[in-house]
């Protein structure tokens, strides 16, 4: 299925729908179609490609707290790279670690590769002799939770 652009009242776009999301969108009457496919239709409407909402969807509540943290928003915000080495990373470490009263939280966890993770096992990284190649923030929510393109 192809995705199917949605759009606010004032064309900001907000999101992607599958096609069949999109259908139910326009039967309950909540978008119109911006722009079509020519020539396709999907029983009495046309192939959408964009939709725009009929109300005007406010999203700021979005964005007025911080992201929660994951180990996959840890990874996004750091590109998959290892913090230490700057390889490929496929794990998460934390700098303070779990067992010594470090926490889940966006300046306590880094992206890393297995074998630095290993390395530093349950030290931090000043013990282990190891120094981070950038310092850990709370990311924007693009940062952590959309795919880069």
């Known amino acids: 299925m192809s995705a199917v652009v949605v759009l606010n009242t004032d064309n900001t776009a907000l999101h992607t729908v599958s096609i069949k999301h999109a259908i139910r969108m ?29 109300r005007y969807v406010k999203t700021t509540f979005l964005y007025a707290r911080t992201p929660a943290w994951s180990k996959r928003g840890v990874l996004r915000r750091d590109h998959h790279r ?37 390395r530093k096992a349950n030290r931090t990284p000043s013990e282990a002799a190891m120094a981070l190649a950038w310092k850990p923030s709370v990311p924007t929510w693009r940062e952590a939770y959309h795919r880069r393109n």
Do not use: F, K, M
């Open 82 to 118: 290892c913090a230490y080495c700057e390889g490929v990373a496929d794990t998460v470490d934390h700098l303070l670690p779990l067992s010594r009263g470090g926490a889940n939280n966006w300046q306590n966890t880094v992206a890393a590769c297995t074998r630095c993770n290993n």
């Open 26 to 54: 326009l039967v309950r009457e909540v978008a119109i179609v911006e722009e079509a496919r020519d020539g396709h239709r999907i029983g009495p409407y046309p192939w959408p490609v964009v939709l725009r909402l009929i």
